[in-house]
């Protein structure tokens, strides 16, 4: 619990913040990566958001909404509740977040390299979070050594990505990753919806046309 986080990778940022993202029971996500996170990335949904106060906590270690006594630890229903992984990316990035509650109060809040920059309450805003990451490691250029070819940093993403669509069900995603088009996939309100999902991301449809004389 007590161990620090240290994000070596931009496949490990993309899972953090999509664990975030499905504890704050969205329904709708979109995620969109250039540069193989290194660029950008960046996470938009309609979840539970945050309210200007509790903005700037996201970003502090060991801060967490997830538990509120010890008793929670044992019966942890959410991906995480350490409270180091938007401390640890925020340290290492150039990081934007906008954030609502319900009623459309919330904040935005920007961070470089760990330094506050901006904070300022917002209303009347969509509610959910909207968060952009950019420059991964431009303060630490030493951790970039950690990055290997950029096929399988990609692949790495995908994986990871991949994973939520099989796991998120009732979620719908909006998938795009540099200049390519943007992938959807619906929620999945049934296992016919789900198998339809599994075969949109593992099968690659060939259009058959067919010659007649």
């Not at 953090?16 to 290194?38: C, M, P, Q, R, Y």
């Not at 990753?177 to 992938?183: C, E, M």
Request: with cysteine; glycine share 6%.
């Amino acid at each position: 619990i007590k161990a620090g986080e240290v994000v070596e990778r931009p496949s490990a940022l993309v899972k953090e913040i999509l664990e975030n993202s499905i504890d704050a029971k969205s329904k709708h996500i979109e995620l969109t990566i250039i540069d193989n996170g290194l660029e950008l990335v960046a996470l938009e949904d309609d979840g539970q958001g945050m309210s200007f106060e509790d903005l700037p906590f996201a970003f502090a270690r060991h801060a967490t909404s997830k538990i509120k006594d010890y008793a929670d630890l044992f019966k942890l229903l959410s991906y995480g509740f350490r409270g180091e992984a938007l401390a640890s990316i925020a340290s290492v990035s150039r990081v934007t977040c906008t954030s609502a509650k319900s009623d459309g109060k919330g904040g935005k809040i920007e961070i470089q390299g760990g330094q506050q920059t901006a904070y300022l309450p917002i209303e009347n805003a969509r509610p959910g979070t909207s968060l952009y990451i950019r420059d991964l490691f431009y303060n630490t250029p030493a951790r970039l050594n950690f990055i290997k070819s950029k096929s399988s940093e990609k692949n790495a993403i995908k994986r990871i990505v991949d994973s939520f669509l099989l796991t998120a069900k009732k979620a719908t995603f909006s998938i795009k990753y540099d200049d390519k088009d943007k992938k959807i996939f619906e929620r999945c309100q049934n296992q016919k919806e789900f198998i339809a999902r599994m075969e949109k991301l593992f099968f690659k449809r060939k259009e058959i046309i067919a010659h007649t004389s």
